[in-house]
């Protein structure tokens, strides 16, 4: 068994976890046999003390240590749901070159104004924090090979599941 990654990328608040969350549900819900783990960033982050250093060379190296921690789980389960920020392509390329056909890349897309009014951890609130993509030197990197992209401006959640199990299963 080798797990199919689902590697849902964005900026923080567009719904990337929220959607992970929907997704393991539905895979209990249609086979509760089916092994899936769901891989949030923020959570990771912490478990490995990494929180306060959002430089560009930090999140490459926690992105490097979600892979790591992926790849040593691959192999145990159906479905790991990856919810990282994870704004640097080269990451994500790695994470592509690594898991080959089973790596699937959803960028969950969503206006910076939705973003702010959406705010679950109220960080788009706070005048002193730097937000990647937003307001802070890193800026979210596109891809150019084929991704799965989900608008949550546009699209319903049980809507954006849908097009990410269509494209998957």
């Known amino acids: 068994m080798s797990a ?5 990328t964005g900026l923080s608040g567009s719904g990337k976890s929220t959607l992970a969350k929907l997704l393991f549900k539905y895979f209990h819900r249609t086979n509760n046999k ?50 990282v920020i994870s704004p640097l392509a080269k990451t994500r390329t790695l994470a592509k070159k690594k898991f080959k056909r089973n790596y699937f890349e959803i960028y969950v897309k969503c206006k910076i104004s939705s973003l702010k009014k959406r705010d679950p951890k109220g960080l788009y609130k706070k005048k002193n924090i730097k937000m990647i993509g937003i307001n802070s030197d890193i800026k979210y990197e596109k ?10 401006d546009k699209n319903t959640k049980n809507e954006s599941v849908r097009k990410i199990l269509r494209r998957i299963i």
């Open 4 to 8: 199919k990654i689902l590697w849902l």
């Open 34 to 83: 089916l092994k899936v783990k769901i891989v949030d960033g923020d959570y990771f982050r912490k478990k490995t003390k990494n929180q306060k250093n959002f430089s560009k060379k930090s999140i490459f190296l926690n992105n490097l240590l979600i892979i790591k921690y992926i790849n040593s789980l691959k192999n145990k389960y159906d479905f790991i749901l990856a919810s």
């Open 143 to 152: 891809t150019s090979y084929k991704k799965i992209i989900v608008d949550t």
